[in-house]
């Protein structure tokens, strides 16, 4: 089941991905940072990151993952799934 979190910038946002296109896995949530804007949204741990501010995450590397991450200044939208 999909669904969208948006965090309010800046970051730290308190999440690491693992996975991506150039490791043959899809992105997901590796770990969360307790207290973290992460922490108080609903993402959990393992939960796959279908995409970034919009962007369908299929075909990303995880270096594109963490760039789009790192650009989003004010808010980050992530859609996730369960």
């Not at 730290?12 to 997901?28: E, I, S, Y």
């Not at 973290?36 to 939960?47: L, P």
């Amino acid at each position: 089941m999909a669904y969208s979190v948006t965090l309010s910038g800046p970051g730290p946002w308190g999440f690491r991905l693992q996975g991506g296109k150039d490791f043959n896995m899809p992105l997901t949530i590796s770990r969360i940072t307790p207290g973290s804007k992460a922490a108080q949204s609903q993402m959990k741990q393992g939960d796959l990151v279908v995409a970034i501010d919009g962007v369908n995450t299929d075909s990303m590397t995880h270096l594109e993952a963490q760039n789009k991450i790192k650009s989003a200044s004010h808010n980050l939208s992530l859609t996730l799934q369960k």
